[in-house]
């Protein structure tokens, strides 16, 4: 009788090995004119195998200050390179999401998915980064954010699942 390759040790291609979660149930708020770390949505992972994949999930609730803003959110790694580069972005910010909502009591909510091979068996951290243009970027809080069951208050995760490659 053959062993499977799971029994020898080895995980099948494609078995989820671990899951890293954090989520954030504060509020964050930047003004910075640039990616600024969203304090608190940052998740480290060990893979146990260079050539494993680490599948990258966020769920972010954003909103800006004041109206004529454009939010950019995109994820990082632990040295500050942007993860998400696309071909020829030109001058255009590199990012998962952008967006400029309506009112000032508008939260959108961002989620996105990325499929990463770091090559490593060292830890690997992975940060959600944010910035609106000339205002304010804010998270898990709109800017009209009164104490009253008509304005909301939302939570933002990232996960990682490791996935053996």
Do not use: W
Not at 38 to 45: E, K, N
């Amino acid at each position: 009788m053959k062993q499977s390759s799971f029994l020898q040790g080895v995980a099948p291609k494609g078995i989820v090995l671990q899951v890293v979660s954090t989520t954030k149930t504060d509020t964050f708020s930047t003004s910075s004119a640039s990616f600024e770390d969203v304090t608190g949505l940052t998740a480290s992972i060990t893979p146990s195998s260079t050539s494993s994949k680490i599948l990258v999930l966020v769920s972010a609730a954003c909103s800006r200050g004041t109206s004529g803003q454009v939010l950019f959110v995109s994820l990082f790694d632990g040295s500050n390179n942007n993860l998400i580069v696309p071909t020829s972005p030109g001058s255009r910010t590199p990012s998962f999401a952008f967006g400029a909502q309506g009112d000032s009591a508008t939260i959108a909510p961002y989620s996105f998915s990325l499929l990463h091979s770091p090559a490593t068996t060292s830890s690997f951290t992975y940060k959600v980064k944010g910035y609106a243009t000339s205002g304010t970027f804010l998270l898990n809080r709109s800017q009209a954010d009164e104490n009253i069951a008509a304005r909301g208050r939302n939570v933002s995760t990232i996960t990682l699942m490791e996935v053996a490659g």
